[in-house]
């Protein structure tokens, strides 16, 4: 028996996410929550004939808490896409103000009634947000830093389709799974091409090429957010990320050796975070593939931040210092 829980369920990224997770087979409860349309949402996807039981809950006035309360009681996993997108010009970082808040509420209510559960935050800004899920539940006496996980799953994803797209006649995407590592906005996401299979197929690249090949990445959400056009960001593509790392998490309650990138807190509970901890600034957060199991993140990957080139160094450094900003930033929300 799992149970899954969106809050955010009737937004752009929480509808095609609550679809994908209404439709994998160990999920037997889909919990919906969200502070608007939410019944709508559950209705629709009530009706698919898939053996989960779908519930939606929204609250009835801005002070109501048992609705949050009741989509989390009993709740193994919650995802959260809550909170507002960008605008074009506009940076993650200036989401702070209105998501911060939205976040620490939902974390509050994870903490009284699923404190057990894992969970993976979407809203952005994502360098800031985990940490203040982190500094919250750690407030209420409940945190296990092996369950919670910033996604940043979608840097992946256009890692593995903008390398494939200049290699049309010998790649398809699904042949990379390229390690992205580092935070989720702008310079502080850092894609390793050098590494793996995709090595061989970088190095045919000229400087130039390499450089354009890596700022797609770090800044390929504003390609979408400028075609939106004002009306939002990713949400099909960041809910087929946001999903390929919950049916992982759901896959490694069964199966040993399941891998995937994911921003973590490096704490020392954790096999490997010391390590990487040393090797990326003494950062706090910092993504990175980890190894899952049913109790949370097993182990961290830390070894292929030996074998990185002198042009992925510099990014890393560059990518130390702006995470080492905006993770303050969440924990000071918190505290102060
Ligand atoms: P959206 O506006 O379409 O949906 C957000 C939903 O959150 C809305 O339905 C809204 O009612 C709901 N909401 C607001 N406050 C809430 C609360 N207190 N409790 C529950 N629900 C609440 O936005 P979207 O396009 O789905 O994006 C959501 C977030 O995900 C944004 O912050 C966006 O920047 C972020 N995002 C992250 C990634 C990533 O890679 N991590 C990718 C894309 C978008
Ligand atoms: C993305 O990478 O697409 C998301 O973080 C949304 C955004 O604001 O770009």
Do not use: W
Not at 118 to 147: G, H, M
Not at 206 to 228: M, Y
């Amino acid at each position: 028996m799992v149970k899954v829980t969106v809050c955010g369920a009737a937004g752009g990224i929480g509808q095609p996410l609550s679809l994908l997770l209404k439709l994998n087979s160990k999920v037997s409860e889909l919990s919906l929550f969200d502070v608007v349309n939410v019944p709508g949402v559950g209705a629709d996807l009530s009706h698919i004939c898939s053996d989960s039981k779908t519930q939606s809950f929204l609250p009835s006035s801005r002070e109501d808490k048992t609705a949050l309360a009741e989509s989390l009681k009993g709740s193994n996993l919650v995802v959260i896409p809550a909170g507002v997108p960008r605008k074009p010009g506009m940076t993650r970082d200036d989401l702070f103000n209105i998501n911060a808040g939205i976040i620490k509420g939902l974390a509050e209510g994870i903490a009284e009634n699923c404190p057990d559960a894992f969970v993976l935050v979407i809203s952005n800004p994502v360098n800031s947000t985990v940490p203040i899920v982190a500094e919250t539940l750690k407030k209420n006496n409940v945190y296990n830093p092996k369950k919670l996980f910033g996604v940043t799953t979608l840097d992946i994803v256009r890692a593995n389709t903008f390398i494939s797209q200049l290699f049309p006649s010998d790649t398809k995407p699904t042949d990379f799974n390229i390690n992205v590592i580092g935070g989720h906005s702008g310079e502080t996401i850092v894609p390793l091409y050098s590494l793996g299979n995709s090595g061989d197929y970088y190095s045919k690249l000229s400087s130039e090429e390499k450089s354009k090949l890596i700022n797609r990445v770090q800044f390929g959400g504003d390609e979408v957010v400028q075609a939106k056009n004002g009306a939002g960001s990713a949400t099909l593509s960041m809910a087929y990320a946001g999903y390929k790392l919950a049916e992982s998490i759901l896959k490694a309650f069964d199966e040993p050796g399941v891998i995937e990138c994911t921003y973590l807190n490096l704490d020392s509970s954790i096999k490997g975070a010391a390590e990487a901890k040393k090797l990326v600034g003494d950062l706090e957060f910092f993504s990175l593939p980890v190894e899952l199991s049913k109790e949370g993140i097993k182990e961290v990957k830390y070894e292929l931040l030996t074998k990185i080139n002198e042009d992925e160094k510099k990014l890393l450094s560059v990518a130390i210092d702006q995470l080492s900003k905006n993770i303050e930033k969440g924990v000071k929300f918190v505290n102060n």
